[in-house]
């Protein structure tokens, strides 16, 4: 008898210790809160990608610039905080920070940002209803833009935010890319769909793989991975993402590596908050800009042996700080104890990645309620510009 009960016992153990080892596998997710985002969204979700099904491929070789110094293939956009000079009106342009000239050639982005939003419905739609329509006709557009020969877009951003006069491009212009993000993930959530042929998705891979390698070897790439604010953040998101699609594993973890020591330390002060960007003309905006990709880049670098939602720095800096220094001006914008944005105050904030994320992460109610209650859908393409996580049920 005492054999038996050493045998149950010993396999109870096991039972117990196999199931706290599935259980720290896991990644911290709240699963009654993606419950409701998924309900709150689907209405929406399936009128876009009503939408999307209408839409025709139209790539950057649709339009051009004379000003651009690049070819028919090769992105091209300005500088949006340049201005002709007053005094010297036919000369180079000069920096107003924060304001936006309209004038500025952006047809490039908006042809970008319109890929996002229809890749984004169709995997967000396909992920709710795993009707491969969506995917069949998402397959047409990865073509155009990253396959065929006479419309797709080369894998640099060499003439990305030039300023007439002065640069015929600038690594900052490398932010123009986030919004391929969701182009990326949005392969990865429909690419073992029966309709996705193997090589469409070996051709887009391929793109993104190549332009990883440009964003890490190149002049302007560098440079942007070395600068001290958002623009660092974002070159890491991005690089994140297309990584992850990639599955190149070695550049993922000298990423995970990078927002340890080098972004979260270097760019958030103890309290939270992002000097750097609150000492820009607009601070609210650029706050809650950078907290969003450092969010995302936690959702998207975390494994279970190396969880970003739980690290913190010796002088405890975590996204967790950076969340709660935040929220209570996205709860109650009043309260932002700064000057104004110069532009556009009045539409921030919306439905911030960093509240849905971190309320998953943290299983936390407040942030998801506030979540809900902000827009969704904002029109303004300044809004859009900075948002490049519209669609967050193909990231959870």
């Given amino acids: 008898m005492k054999k038996i009960y050493c045998s149950i016992l ?39 990608a009503e939408w999307a099904m209408q839409q025709q491929p139209v790539t950057i070789t649709a339009s051009f610039s ?19 000079d007053p005094q010297n009106p036919d000369g180079p342009y000069i920096n107003r920070d924060g304001l936006t000239n309209p004038d500025n050639f952006v047809e490039h982005r908006k042809a970008m940002i319109r890929l996002s939003k229809i890749i984004g419905a169709f995997a967000s739609a396909y992920k709710i209803t795993g009707d491969e329509k969506y995917v069949k006709q998402a397959v047409l557009h990865l073509k155009a833009w990253f396959i065929n020969s006479a419309t797709k877009m080369n894998p640099n951003l060499l003439y990305a935010q030039a300023v007439k006069g002065k640069f015929t491009g ?12 969701e182009v990326a993930q949005g392969v ?37 991975k070395t ?33 340890k020591t080098i972004l979260l330390p270097g ?18 905006g650029y706050s809650i800009f950078n907290l969003d990709a450092m969010t995302m880049l936690c959702q998207i670098l975390s494994t279970p042996k190396d969880n970003l939602w739980n690290y913190e ?7 967790r700080k950076g969340i709660t220094y935040l929220y209570p001006f996205i709860a109650d914008k009043s309260k932002w104890t700064l000057a104004p944005d110069v532009m556009y105050w009045d539409n921030w904030p919306v439905a911030q990645p960093f509240l849905l994320f971190g309320a998953n992460a ?5 942030w998801f309620a506030t979540w809900q209650k902000l827009d969704h859908k904002p029109q303004v393409e300044e809004v859009i510009r900075n948002l490049p996580v519209r669609n967050p049920l193909i990231w959870l």
């Avoid at 709240?30 to 009128?47: E, G, P, S």
Wanted: aromatic share 12%; hydrophobic share 40%; glycine share 4%.
């Fill in 267 to 284: 760019q958030m002060a103890v309290d939270g908050s992002f000097p750097l960007e609150m000492a820009r003309t607009k601070p609210y």
């Fill in 10 to 48: 010993i396999a109870l153990v096991y039972v117990l210790q196999t199931a706290f080892t599935l259980y720290q596998l896991q990644l911290p997710g709240d699963a009654n809160i993606q419950k409701q985002a998924r309900a709150l969204l689907k209405q929406q979700i399936l009128k876009d």
């Fill in 362 to 366: 943290y299983h936390h109610a407040d």
């Fill in 313 to 319: 720095t010796p002088d405890g800096k975590s996204i």
């Fill in 188 to 224: 990865l959530v429909m690419e073992n769909a029966q309709v996705f042929d193997k090589q469409t998705a070996a051709g887009t891979k391929k793109w993104f793989a190549d332009y990883i390698n440009w964003l890490n070897t190149s002049k302007p790439g560098i440079q942007e």
């Fill in 227 to 259: 600068v001290k604010n958002n623009h660092a953040t974002c070159w890491a998101m991005q690089v994140a993402s297309f990584a992850k699609l990639c599955n190149d594993k070695q550049m993922l973890d000298s990423l995970r590596i990078r927002y």
């Fill in 66 to 84: 004379s000003r651009s110094a690049g070819g028919k293939h090769d992105f091209f956009s300005e500088a949006d905080y340049f201005w002709p």
């Fill in 170 to 181: 600038r690594n900052y212009g490398i932010i123009d890319t986030i919004q391929l993000m």
